[in-house]
């Protein structure tokens, strides 16, 4: 297998592309060598610039949940581009997607679209504080929620609750109204509304995915929505991952949770850039033009991203293809751990529907700590033995993996033989 075209572009690349990149993960910095530069993708493959084939597992970290390119998306989007780009004024598309995604989540009576996931977060943050009228949000140590100043907290262990920056440039003002709490202490939260009287949320990834997979623990859903009500604080569901992908309802319908505020992103564009936040109305009235608090955005609510959310939620509510993502997940799990057995490697495996990672750690992850035990060398040589043996995944051993609906009974053969050779690879090294 050559990457001598990934590596040219690579080195092109770094002239004036910062890290040859447009977002750091692409970079492969965690597990060494050049990233792969894409040239195509169909159906659950994706292929690089010098022609390697690979099941894709990464997909675009989320999004293209029918697969890559499905017929009725590409023709919804193409229907669109025909009438034009980009208006500045309303169109019909929006009401549709609008009323199937409140359609989705009971909780949900009115929706804004945004561009992206962090738009959907940061204004569902300005949210939750204009309608409490209180300043200080609760958020998860290692749970991601866009690079917007007030989220991007250092969340490692030792720095958990101290709220420091965790990025260059963001002013510790910016973070001074964050509050850091560890996933699955229910204690860990409730020591801050013992502590402060001005919380006006608690966000969180229903499903953790930006620390490796991590699923929420008995109640604990549950029982921090009711933690919010009685302390007048919102529970804000980030979830621009598991939306549409948990279940159409995303994760609050498989938790049995409603959340105060909904943040989207990921599967309502399918590949387009999408993202939304929505409300019950008492919430969402507060929003301009209805009330005082102001968000906008000129590509806002764009005919070919609604057209490729449409169409993309619409295929996906007739497939119905969450019993399927649970057959072929539960498949790739047995998997590892029979690879991860053989070869005598220490491995974790967390899965919720179709989203999964393993761990290299023989510890049961079910917080950012844990999730660090893991030795990210080993998952580096993973990593490059599965890409040789033609199974893409993310770059990261703390990314979620995810699954298409393309995804079919060949391409788990090409991971099971990928996923053995692997697994010896790092039993040697
Ligand atoms: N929230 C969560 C839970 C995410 O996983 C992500 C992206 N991985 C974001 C927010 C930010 O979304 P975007 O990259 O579209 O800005």
């Keep these: ?21 447009n977002s750091p993960v692409r970079a492969f910095a ?23 084939e690979y099941v894709d597992l990464v997909l675009s970290y989320g999004p293209m949940i029918l697969g890559h390119r499905h017929k009725s998306v590409e023709k919804a989007a193409k229907k669109a581009l025909k009438n034009g780009y980009s208006f500045g004024a309303s169109t019909e598309n929006e ?3 609008a009323e199937i995604v409140c359609d989705a989540f009971p909780g949900m009576d009115k929706v804004r679209f945004v561009n992206s996931g962090t738009e959907a977060v940061l204004s569902g943050i300005r949210l939750a504080r204009a309608f409490t009228g209180k300043d200080k949000i609760i958020k998860f140590s290692g749970c991601y929620h866009g690079h917007q100043d007030a989220l991007l907290v250092a969340a490692g262990s030792g720095l958990a609750t101290l709220s420091l920056p965790g990025s260059k440039g963001v002013p510790e003002g910016a973070v001074k109204n964050t509050l850091i709490a560890e996933y699955n202490n229910l204690d860990s939260v409730q020591a801050h509304f013992d502590k402060y009287d001005d919380i006006a949320g608690v966000i969180i990834e229903p499903v953790g995915g930006n620390m490796g997979v991590v699923i929420p623990q008995n109640n604990f859903l549950k029982d921090l929505k009711e933690l919010c009500k009685k302390n007048g604080a919102v529970l804000i569901a980030d979830e621009v991952m598991t939306g549409f992908r948990s279940k159409f309802g995303g994760a609050q319908e498989v938790l049995g949770v409603e959340a105060d505020i909904t943040c989207l992103g990921k599967v309502i564009g399918g590949g387009f850039p999408v993202g939304a936040y929505g409300a019950r109305n008492e919430i969402m009235e507060n929003v301009a033009p209805l009330g005082g608090m ?30 399927f993502f649970d057959e072929m997940g539960s498949k790739i799990e047995t998997i590892l751990l029979d690879a991860a057995k053989k070869y005598n490697v220490d491995l974790s495996v967390n899965r919720f529907g179709s989203m999964m990672n393993p761990f290299f750690t023989k510890v049961k992850v079910t917080n950012f700590e844990q999730a660090q035990t ?7 040589v993973f990593f490059w033995e599965m890409i040789k ?4 995944l ?16 060949k391409d788990i053969k090409i991971f099971e033989k990928a996923t053995n050779k692997a697994m010896q690879k790092v039993a040697s090294s």
Aim: net charge positive; proline share 5%; charged share 20%.
């Design 30 to 52: 965690s597990v060494g060598g050049n990233p792969l530069f894409i040239k195509k993708a169909k159906g659950s493959k994706i292929i690089d610039v010098d022609g390697n």
């Design 294 to 323: 102001y968000q906008a955005g000129t590509l806002s609510g764009n005919p070919i991203a609604m057209a490729g959310g449409i169409s993309t939620l619409t295929e996906l509510k007739r497939q119905n293809p969450y019993e």
């Design 95 to 97: 009401i549709t997607l």
């Design 389 to 392: 043996n033609g199974v893409f």
């Design 1 to 21: 297998m050559s990457f001598k075209k990934s590596e040219k572009l690579y080195q092109k690349g770094l002239t004036h592309l910062v890290g040859a990149v």
């Design 394 to 409: 993310p770059p990261s051993q703390f990314e979620a993996w995810f699954l298409s609906s393309a995804l079919s009974k």
């Design 374 to 380: 893991s030795d990210t060398e080993k998952f580096a």
